[in-house]
């Protein structure tokens, strides 16, 4: 299968995942700096010109919790999504809320075209990305992490998706320090083996 993805973006948590279930797959760097995203040959892959993408045998998958769940389920015995499912709906909760929430505020400091046309609101959400992603952070610290990892002891897939939105704090002006169980949990993902090799492949 391959998987389009960009260096620094959510994809990278499908790459993580796909280590840690032992999946091979063929990344496929779109080049977000020249705008690959945009030319016709990537939007015939994904027409939303956004990563992450998975080419499998029954077509093209989009969005990184719809891809992370495919891959788990390609893998059942990676254990990288609880068999409880109480357990499973508090990961995907978590994972939603990254979605729906924290990659948004996020995207405002970039994305503000996506909102607004006068430039003079573009600054006012960049003015603001640096509360709300410490709001978010407040909230990922009480609520969000059992230590030290999302759901305690056991690696799931929500953790790869948390770890790469804790790589945006510090271009977002947050201090993760400030959070010591999210700094926590960023430290404890940093030494697994899977983000150490997409490291190492220069995606993060």
């Not at 998975?54 to 068999?83: C, F, K, N, R």
């Amino acid at each position: 299968m391959k998987l389009y993805l960009a260096k620094g973006t959510i994809s990278v948590a499908a790459a993580i995942v796909a280590e840690e279930a032992g999946l091979a797959y063929t990344p496929m760097v779109v080049d977000f700096a020249a705008g690959v995203q945009n030319q016709p040959e990537y939007l015939a892959i994904n027409p939303k010109g956004r990563v992450p993408a998975l080419e499998v045998p029954g077509g093209i998958l989009t969005e990184t919790g719809a891809i992370l769940d495919y891959l788990a389920d390609l893998a059942p015995s990676a254990g990288v999504v609880p068999q409880d499912p109480v357990q499973a709906g508090r990961m995907r909760e978590v994972m939603y809320y990254l979605a729906s929430t924290m990659h948004v505020n996020h995207a405002h400091k970039l994305r503000g075209h996506r909102w607004a046309t006068q430039t003079a609101s573009h600054e006012d959400m960049r003015a603001k990305v640096t509360e709300n992603m410490a709001d978010c952070c407040a909230y990922i610290e009480r609520n969000a992490i059992k230590g030290p990892y999302v759901l305690g002891d056991q690696f799931c897939v929500a953790d790869a998706y948390l770890y790469v939105v804790s790589t945006w704090l510090a271009g977002d002006g947050v201090t993760i320090f400030d959070y010591p169980k999210l700094a926590a949990h960023h430290a404890a993902m940093g030494e697994r083996p899977s983000v150490k090799a997409v490291r190492a492949a220069g995606y993060l």
